[in-house]
């Protein structure tokens, strides 16, 4: 498994990709937290970083497609998943050291909005006066949102050969399962169907976890998640033995 | 180190791509595994190294069955799939220290390692390439490089010299019979010239199934029976004559005076067909032997007879 995680790291830095989200991610939350008019901490006057942690998931719901669509795609349609499967690793250890690939990469381009805490936590008057508890949590979300993603990524780019493909039903299903359930919940002919159905979308529990409220149900749900889309994606790579 | 194919099959739907196939490959042997595109290799060699499941039959790698010991005899193969798939974004020593670790190979035996195959594979000068820069010629090195590198028992190329220019060819050929020593290697191809020259036993299937399993030796001998002949004759001759000829089974007229001729080999047909030119006065202008080879063999046992 580390053989394939290092494999699929050296890749994203050879093939420019690591760069490259890293670059937009940063630069696409630097404009909407310092420097657009309508969402700046700046112009808000409260020592937050809501933007970061509000926008965040959508800039991620892009991204995080384009960095797994490669992943079982590409392998695919140039044959090197025969040279993968044929040799000494399972199929776990090819799906699982992608998954992980693709999140350290998500993790990275995340780790540097840090600044953005010290900033803030600067400029706050008094200086520190900042909900640093509800940060943590926000971090510890975003990063599980990230993990999530890359799961359903991989799912996605399991599905089909066609990179374009894979992207479009990956940032469809993150949608879905980032606002989608919320929003079907909020149709009001559910009755107490509706908290249920909220539930098994991402953002009820990325709120309570931005709350700086570290729930064990909460973690649960990212991670059972995760575990589903990955034994979904192992399944369908079994699939050639059928 | 022995592979042991035992009744395969491989069904796509109703078509039979490996139809009820069996054969044994000895430890230090080199198979060619011969057929026209299309004949079952590819899927036959893809079951044998635990990519594809059989429809039914065992495949038995060094005493590992493929489908219940995968992971064992995944480590004992190694493999160079057909068209040679490799990571074009990444660098020669990168690759080959990934497969490596996929082996498990520890970092300080991996370093000499790693040296040691590419001098072997020829690639010293481009290995500090992205294989993605690199000719056809030399990422068909970096396959084999990688399908040799934790020194597998077991060498299954799925035709290796393909796209190669014929110095290329020549030393992939000596590279393979190099190492060939004390491993196992099948390798498919449909080159006959390349039977000819590295192989002791070759299989022909067609369609799924086995047509020849011999030596390369007795396959030429069986070859060597019958001669054809290319004759031509300044003008017209009579064909009835040719006929009347003792030996003669096959006649062919290709344009004016002359002829492809095929008979058996102890029936001395050039000595009789110069003789009947000088008895009926025609001019014989020239007289070739076609030569008999193993592509003849394979034409003849693969033509399809629908």
């Known amino acids: 498994m580390l053989a394939v995680f290092q494999k699929e790291i050296s890749l994203f830095l050879n093939s420019l990709i690591a760069y490259i989200v890293i670059g937009v991610f940063l630069t696409g939350i630097g404009l909407l937290t310092w420097i657009f008019p309508n969402t700046n901490v700046l112009d808000y006057g409260y020592a937050s970083l809501d933007t970061l942690f509000d926008l965040g998931p959508y800039v991620l719901m892009f991204l995080i497609p384009a960095i797994t669509m490669r992943t079982l795609a590409e392998e695919r349609k140039t044959g090197t998943i025969e040279l993968l499967l044929t040799r000494p690793l399972t199929d776990w250890d090819i799906v699982f050291g992608k998954f992980l690939a693709s999140w350290a990469l998500v993790i990275f381009s995340i780790l540097p909005t840090l600044i953005y805490y010290v900033s803030v936590y600067q400029l706050g008057n008094p200086t520190g006066n900042i909900d640093t508890p509800g940060i943590i949590g926000s971090y510890i979300g975003l990063i599980l949102l990230g993990g999530l993603f890359a799961a359903i990524g991989m799912f996605a780019s399991s599905l089909t050969d066609n990179q374009i493909v894979s992207f479009i039903l990956a940032v469809f299903f993150c949608f879905i399962f980032f606002d989608g359930f919320e929003a079907i919940a909020n149709i009001d002919v559910w009755g107490t169907l509706s908290l249920l159905i909220s539930q098994i979308g991402i953002v009820y529990h990325y709120k309570t976890l931005s709350k700086g409220l570290l729930d064990l149900r909460d973690l649960v749900y990212f991670f059972s998640v995760m575990a589903f889309f990955l034994a979904t994606t192992f399944t369908i790579i079994r699939s050639r033995k059928w | ?306």
Request: hydrophobic share 40%; proline share 3%; with cysteine.
């Open chain 2, 1 to 306: 180190m022995s592979i042991i194919v035992k009744d395969l099959v491989k069904a796509y739907g109703t078509q039979k791509a490996v139809d009820h196939i069996s054969f044994e490959v000895q430890p230090g042997e080199i198979l060619g595994f011969l057929g026209p595109n299309g004949a079952g290799k590819s899927t036959t060699m893809k079951i044998a190294t635990g990519y594809i499941p059989s429809t039914s039959g065992t495949v038995l790698v060094d005493g590992f069955d493929v489908t219940e010991q995968s992971l064992e005899v995944r480590k004992i193969v190694g493999y160079l799939p057909e068209h040679n798939p490799l990571y074009l974004d990444m660098y020669v020593h990168e690759y080959l220290r990934f497969i490596g670790k996929v082996h498990k190979i520890p970092s300080v035996k991996l370093k000499p390692r790693i040296k040691e195959i590419i001098q072997m594979a020829g690639l010293e000068v481009e290995q500090n390439k992205q294989i993605g820069s690199l000719s056809k010629g030399y990422r068909q090195r970096v396959g084999l490089a990688q399908a040799l590198l934790h020194d597998p028992k077991v060498l299954i190329l799925d035709e290796p010299t393909t796209g190669l220019d014929p110095n290329q060819i020549v030393e992939i050929r000596n590279l393979i019979k190099q190492i060939s020593q004390e491993k196992t290697v099948v390798f498919s191809t449909h080159i006959m010239q390349e039977v000819q020259a590295i192989c002791d036993r070759a299989i022909i299937i067609n369609r799924g199934s086995i047509v020849a399993d011999q030596s390369v030796e007795s396959l030429k001998a069986g070859a060597a029976d019958r001669i054809t002949l290319l004759v031509e004759w300044a003008g017209e001759i009579d064909e009835s004559m040719l006929q009347s000829l003792e030996g003669v089974d096959q006649l062919e007229n290709l344009h004016t005076g002359k002829w492809k001729i095929s008979g058996s080999k102890t029936s001395d047909l050039r000595k009789k067909l110069v003789n009947l030119s000088a008895a009926q006065n025609w001019d014989l202008m020239g007289l070739t032997v076609e030569e008999h080879s193993l592509e003849n063999v394979f034409r003849e046992l693969t033509a399809t007879k629908d």
